[in-house]
C-alpha cells in the first residue's frame, strides 16, 4: 500500500520507484505485500511443476504404451538395470528430500549457519547421485545396452574392446573409443569443475575475500561427493559383475531344471541369444525354450518360440507368401522380427527417462548454487524465505519422479 | 442541476510519464521490465514474422494460378513447394497465431485491464520474450539452411528419414513452447493474486477470463509437445525407437502426441480472439454485455474440453472404430460453447447503438467468419463425411476459417481498438474501414472457393492439379492478392497515423474498462493508486464530449451531506 500512496506523477528517477523507506529491498516494486509476494511466487512454482509433470508424462505413456506390447523385452532388459545402483540412489535422494525440508525450515526460523549446510548437503546428494548415474551409464555403454540405433550387446562377448567395435559393430573409431571409455568422458566435466572450485577457494584464501572463500569452500565439498559417487558406485558394480556372470551362466546350465521363478532369467539368456540372428542356434537352446513356453504365463517365451519358428521358416524360405500370413495384423508381423533393435526399445525409453531426469536434477543443482550463494549472503529471513521453498519444491518432485521410475524401470519383473 | 455532472478524464501523460519516452536508448527497451514495452516489442515481432509467413503462402497461392504450377518450376520445384507450404504453417502457427494475441495484447493489457502494476514475474516475462526471439531464430536458420519439408505437424517416419533442417525447426518449436508456457504462467499467476481490492472474478473483464482460459491450456498442454518434439530430436539423432517404425517405434504414438498438444493450442490460437471480440461488441454498441458469465464460463469450458478431442485429426489413422466414435461425439461438445458465445455477442449488438468503428468491422466480420469456420468444422468431426473430406482443402478453407477469419481478424480488431491507448495516437477511421472491408472480401474470396474444391476432390499440399480444379484455384490467388492489399493498406493506415496521427484521448471509444480510465499512452506505472472497481460493461456513466472528441466518465453529482440542516421536529413527530 505504502507504494502507490507515495508514488507521486513527477517520481525523481524511472524505473526505481518501489523503494521507499516502507518497502524493503527483498519485496519487488510491483507487490505491495509480502504475501502477495510470497503468493505469487508460490502459486507459480506449483503451476512449473504441473508443467514439469506433464513434460514427463509423455515418457510415462511411452514406456506404458510399449511395455504392454511387448512386455517380454521389459521384463529381459530390466535385468540388467542394477537394483543396489538405483536402491542406493533412491536413498541418496530421499535423503537430499530431508536436508532439503530441513533447509526450507532453517531458513523461515533465520538460522543462517545450518541453512547453508543443509543446503551443501542436498547438493552433495545430488552429486552422489549423478556419480553413481556416471557408473551405471558407462557401464552399460561399454557393454552396448544402448537405444535401438546402436545396440550392439553381444552376451559371449559382454565387454567388447574398442577395436572389436569397431571391425565387428562398424562403429567410427572415435565412437568406439569413447563407449569403451565413457567413464572418463563423463567425469571429465566433473573433474574439470572441482580443480576450478579448489583453485577458486585458494585465491579466495589468499586474497582473504572471505565470502568466496565462504562459497568455495561447501563447493569444494561438493564437488568431491561426484567422485564418492563414482567410487561407491565402482564398488558395488565391482561384486555384481561376479554375480551377473554367473547367473548367466548358470541360467543356461541348467535352463531344463528351471521353474517358473527362474524364468525371468533364462529368457533374458535366451533374448541375449536371439538378439543376433546370425548366431541363432536352434539345436542347444530349443529345449530350454520349448520348456518355457509350456507356461501360459511365459509369453515371453512363448515370443521367442515364435520368434525362432518364423526364422527358421525364412531362413529355409518356406514363407514365400502363404496367403493367410499376409494381413494376420501389425502385432503379429512386428513380433515376428526378432531383432536385436527390440531389446534396444527398452533402453531407449530408459536413457530418455532417466536422461530427462538426469538434466533435472543438473537444473537442481543449478539453482541450489544460487541459493547457496544467496544463503552465505545472509539474503534469507523471517519473512522472506520464498526461494528456498520454490527451490525446495521442486528438488521434492524431482525426487517424487525418482520414486516413481525405480520401481518401473529397475524392479517389475 | 445542470453543472452538478462532475467529469473524470485522465488527460494527456507527460513525456516522463509516458511509458514509450519515460527513459530512452536502446538498452532501455532491451531490459525493460515493463509489461507495456514487452507487449510492444511482441507486437513487432509477430507482426514481422506474420509478413514472412504471408509472403511464403502468396508464393504458394502464386503458384497454384496454373494446373502445372507457376512460381516454382524445375526439377526441384516440388520440393520448394513443400518447403514453402511448410515454413509458412511453421511460422504463422509457431510465430505468430500462438504468440499474437496472448503474447502482444495479452502483455500490455493484462495487468493494465487488471488494474496491477505489472505481470507477478516481470523477469520471466521478458525471458519469454527472448525464449521468442531464440525460436525465431531457429527458424530463420533452419529456412537458411536446408529448409524443412515436414508440414507444420513434423509426422514420423517422414520426420525421421528426410534430409531437411527438422532438428533445428524442432528445437525452434521446442524453445517457443518454453516462451508459451512461461507467458501462461504469468498470467495465471497475476490474475490470481494481483488483482486490486473490489476486482472480483466476475468483475474482470472477459478479455481477462479469455486470457485465464487460454493461459491455462498453454500450462497444461505445451509440456507435452515439448517432451514429444524432444523424444523426435532423439529418434533422429540417436534412433531410441519411439516414434520410427525402423527401430521398432509407433508412429501413430507421435500423433497421438504430437495432437495432444496441438488440438488444445487450436484453442490457444482462438480463445484470446474470442475475449477480443467481446470486448469490441460490448465497447462498440454502448451496451452492457450480454450473458456475462455464460460467456466467461463457456471459455473455460472451451479449454477444458479442447483436451478431449485430439483423437479427431486421427480418424483416418488407424484407430478402434470405438475410439473414432467417443472422439467424434465428444469434437461436437465442443461447438456448444463455442455457439453461447456468437449467440451472446449478437443479443449483445441487439438494440445497442452500434459505432461502426474500425474495430467494430472487424468484430463483424469475426463473427461471420467465425461461425463458417465453426459450422465447416462440424463436417469435419463427422466420422462419415470426414473420410471424404480428409486431407483435402476442405480441411484447409476451415482451419483458415478459425485461424484467419477468427484469430487473424480479431488481432487486427484488437490492435486497431487498443491502437490509441498503445501509440497515443488516432490513425484515420475511414481508411481503417476500408481495409477492413478489402480484408474482409478478399479472404472470402481466397477460402470460400477451397471449400468447393475440397468437396470436389482436391488433395491439400498438391504442387500441381487437373485443369478442372483452374478456374476455383484461380479465385483463390485472386483473392489471396487482394487479402494482402487489404493487410498492406491496414498496415499503411496504421503507420501514417504514428506520424501524422491526431493525440489520442484517453478514451477514444467509450470503453469504460480500466485500460481507458489512464491516459494514453498510459503512464509507466499503470496506476497512482488502486484503481476504483466497477461493473466493466456498465456504460452510464459514458458520454460523448464531442468538443474533445473523445468519451469521458461522468459522475452525478453524489450528496455528500444533508442538504438542509434538518428541521426542528425529529421526523417521527
Given at each position: ?413 | ?44 515481432g509477430v507482426?514481422a514474422s506474420?509478413?514472412v509467413g ?29 518447403q514453402?507450404?511448410t515454413l509458412h504453417g511453421a511460422i504463422m502457427v509457431f510465430l505468430f497465431?500462438i504468440p ?27 525471458s519469454s520474450f527472448y525464449l521468442w526471439c531464440a525460436g525465431a531464430v531457429f527458424f530463420v536458420s533452419a529456412l537458411l539452411s536446408s529448409g524443412l519439408d515436414t508440414?507444420w505437424?513434423f509426422?514420423?517416419?517422414?520426420s525421421?528419414?528426410?534430409?531437411t533442417s527438422v532438428i533445428l525447426a524442432t528445437l525452434g518449436a521446442f524453445i517457443l513452447g518454453f516462451s508459451s508456457i ?40 505445451t509440456?507435452?509437445l515439448g517432451?514429444t518434439l524432444l523424444?523426435l530430436i532423439?529418434?533422429r539423432t ?336
Amino acid at each position: 500500500m505504502a507504494t502507490i500512496d507515495t508514488l507521486s506523477p513527477e517520481p525523481e528517477a524511472h524505473d526505481d520507484h518501489g523503494h521507499d523507506h516502507d518497502h524493503p529491498p527483498w519485496l519487488a516494486h510491483h507487490f505491495d505485500t509480502p504475501e502477495q509476494q510470497f503468493d505469487s511466487g508460490k502459486l507459480g512454482i506449483w503451476l512449473f511443476l504441473v508443467t514439469e509433470i506433464l513434460f514427463f508424462s509423455g515418457m510415462f505413456c511411452a514406456y506404458a504404451m510399449f511395455r504392454m506390447l511387448r512386455p517380454e523385452i521389459f521384463e529381459g532388459s530390466s535385468q540388467f538395470l542394477d537394483t543396489k545402483l538405483g536402491a542406493i540412489n533412491t536413498g541418496v535422494l530421499l535423503f537430499s528430500s530431508l536436508t532439503m525440508a530441513w533447509a526450507v525450515r532453517c531458513s523461515q526460523t533465520g538460522e543462517h549457519k545450518k541453512l547453508v549446510v543443509m543446503i551443501a548437503s542436498t547438493l552433495s546428494c545430488a552429486m552422489v547421485f549423478l556419480g553413481v548415474k556416471t557408473i551405471e551409464y558407462s557401464h552399460k555403454w561399454g557393454m552396448g545396452l544402448l537405444f535401438p540405433g546402436a545396440y550392439f550387446y553381444d552376451e559371449n562377448n559382454p565387454h567388447p574392446t574398442t577395436e572389436q567395435l569397431v571391425s565387428q559393430h562398424g562403429f567410427s573409431e572415435n565412437t568406439a573409443y569413447f563407449l569403451t571409455h565413457s567413464i572418463y568422458f563423463l567425469c571429465a566435466p566433473f573433474l574439470l569443475l572441482l580443480v576450478g572450485v579448489v583453485i577458486w577457494a585458494i585465491i579466495a584464501k589468499v586474497k582473504k575475500n572471505d565470502f568466496q572463500f565462504a562459497v568455495a569452500k561447501p563447493l569444494v565439498v561438493v564437488c568431491l561427493s561426484f567422485f564418492g559417487g563414482v567410487g561407491l558406485g565402482m564398488i558395488l558394480t565391482g561384486s555384481e559383475e561376479h554375480a551377473e556372470g554367473s547367473h548367466v551362466a548358470a541360467a543356461h546350465h541348467d535352463a531344463g531344471e528351471h521353474d517358473h521363478a527362474g524364468a525371468g532369467e533364462a529368457t533374458e539368456s535366451i533374448a541375449a541369444t536371439y538378439t543376433e540372428p546370425t548366431t541363432f542356434n536352434p539345436a542347444s537352446d530349443d529345449a530350454a525354450v520349448e520348456l518355457l513356453a509350456e507356461s501360459d504365463l511365459n509369453t515371453g517365451a512363448k515370443a521367442m518360440l515364435l520368434a525362432q519358428e518364423k526364422q527358421a521358416e525364412l531362413a529355409s524360405g518356406r514363407v514365400v507368401a502363404p496367403g493367410e500370413d499376409v494381413d494376420m495384423g501389425i502385432e503379429r508381423i512386428e513380433r515376428g522380427v526378432e531383432t536385436k533393435r527390440q531389446a534396444g526399445v527398452f533402453f531407449g525409453i530408459y536413457y530418455c527417462m532417466t536422461g530427462v531426469h538426469a538434466i533435472h536434477i543438473l537444473g537442481g543443482i543449478g539453482v541450489l548454487v544460487w541459493l547457496l550463494v544467496r544463503a552465505i549472503r545472509h539474503d534469507f529471513n523471517r519473512q522472506y524465505f520464498g526461494p528456498v521453498d520454490y527451490v525446495g519444491l521442486y528438488w521434492h518432485l524431482v525426487d517424487l519422479i525418482w520414486i516413481y521410475l525405480f520401481p518401473l524401470l529397475y524392479l517389475i519383473r | 442541476m445542470s453543472t452538478a455532472v462532475t467529469i473524470r478524464d485522465p488527460g494527456y501523460p507527460t513525456d516522463r510519464e509516458n511509458y514509450l519516452t519515460n527513459s530512452s536508448g536502446i538498452l532501455s527497451w532491451i531490459f525493460t521490465l515493463d509489461h507495456k514495452r514487452i507487449g510492444m516489442m511482441y507486437l513487432a515481432g509477430v507482426v514481422a514474422s506474420f509478413i514472412v509467413g504471408g509472403l511464403l503462402a502468396l508464393g504458394i497461392r502464386v503458384h497454384l494460378l496454373r494446373p502445372d504450377g507457376v512460381l516454382f518450376t524445375g526439377p526441384e520445384g516440388n520440393n520448394i513447394y513443400n518447403q514453402v507450404f511448410t515454413l509458412h504453417g511453421a511460422i504463422m502457427v509457431f510465430l505468430f497465431i500462438i504468440p499474437s494475441i496472448p503474447a502482444a495484447l495479452g502483455n500490455f493489457l493484462v495487468p493494465i485491464m487488471l488494474g496491477a502494476k505489472d505481470v507477478a514475474f516481470p523477469r520471466l516475462n521478458l525471458s519469454s520474450f527472448y525464449l521468442w526471439c531464440a525460436g525465431a531464430v531457429f527458424f530463420v536458420s533452419a529456412l537458411l539452411s536446408s529448409g524443412l519439408d515436414t508440414g507444420w505437424t513434423f509426422y514420423t517416419p517422414y520426420s525421421t528419414t528426410t534430409d531437411t533442417s527438422v532438428i533445428l525447426a524442432t528445437l525452434g518449436a521446442f524453445i517457443l513452447g518454453f516462451s508459451s508456457i512461461f507467458t501462461g504462467l504469468n498470467f495465471i499467476v497475476t490474475i490470481n493474486t494481483m488483482r486490486p481490492p473490489g476486482m472480483t472474478w466476475f468483475k474482470m473483464p472477459l478479455f481477462l477470463w479469455a486470457t485465464y482460459a487460454t493461459s491455462i491450456i498453454q500450462v497444461l498442454a505445451t509440456p507435452v509437445l515439448g517432451i514429444t518434439l524432444l523424444l523426435l530430436i532423439a529418434e533422429r539423432t540417436m534412433h531410441v525407437g519411439i516414434f520410427d517404425p525402423e527401430y521398432n517405434g509407433d508412429p501413430v504414438t507421435y500423433q497421438h502426441f504430437f495432437w495432444f498438444y496441438s488440438h488444445p493450442a487450436v484453442y490457444i490460437m482462438i480463445l484470446p480472439a474470442f475475449g477480443v471480440i467481446s470486448e469490441l461488441i460490448s465497447v462498440n454498441s454502448h451496451k452492457h454485455i450480454f450473458g456475462y458469465r455464460f460467456i466467461a464460463y463457456s471459455s473455460i469450458a472451451i479449454a477444458l474440453l479442447g483436451f478431449l478431442v485430439w483423437g479427431h485429426h486421427l480418424f483416418t489413422s488407424g484407430m478402434s472404430s470405438l475410439t473414432t466414435i467417443v472422439f467424434s461425439a465428444l469434437t461436437f461438445t465442443v461447438s456448444i460453447p463455442s455457439a453461447i458465445k456468437v449467440f451472446n455477442w449478437i443479443a449483445t449488438m441487439y438494440k445497442g447503438s452500434i459505432s461502426l468503428t474500425t474495430p467494430m468491422c472487424y468484430a463483424i466480420s469475426f463473427v461471420f467468419l467465425f461461425t463458417i469456420g465453426g459450422l465447416t468444422g462440424l463436417f469435419l468431426g463427422t466420422l462419415a463425411t470426414d473420410l471424404h473430406l480428409h486431407d483435402t482443402y476442405f480441411v484447409v478453407a476451415h482451419f483458415h476459417y478459425v485461424m484467419v477469419g477468427g484469430t487473424l481478424i480479431a488481432f487486427l480488431g484488437g490492435v486497431f481498438h487498443w491502437w490509441p491507448k498503445m501509440v497515443g495516437k488516432m490513425y484515420n477511421d475511414m481508411h481503417g474501414r476500408i481495409a477492413a472491408l478489402l480484408v474482409f472480401l478478399g479472404f472470402n474470396l481466397t477460402f470460400l472457393p477451397q471449400f468447393l474444391l475440397g468437396s470436389r476432390g482436391m488433395p491439400r499440399r498438391y504442387a500441381t492439379y487437373d485443369p478442372e480444379f483452374a478456374f476455383l484455384h484461380q479465385m483463390s490467388t485472386y483473392g489471396a492478392l487482394l487479402l494482402g492489399c487489404g493487410l498492406l493498406y491496414a498496415l499503411v493506415v496504421l503507420m501514417i497515423s504514428l506520424a501524422k496521427g491526431k493525440r489520442a484521448p484517453a478514451n477514444p471509444w467509450g470503453g469504460i474498462t480500466l485500460e481507458w480510465t489512464c491516459t494514453s499512452p498510459p503512464p509507466y506505472y499503470n496506476f497512482e493508486r488502486p484503481p476504483i472497481v466497477g461493473d466493466p460493461y456498465d456504460f452510464h456513466n459514458v458520454e460523448w464530449d464531442a468538443e474533445g472528441e473523445r468519451y469521458v466518465l461522468t459522475e452525478p453529482e453524489r450528496k455528500l451531506a444533508p442538504e438542509e440542516t434538518p428541521s426542528e421536529q425529529p421526523a417521527h413527530h
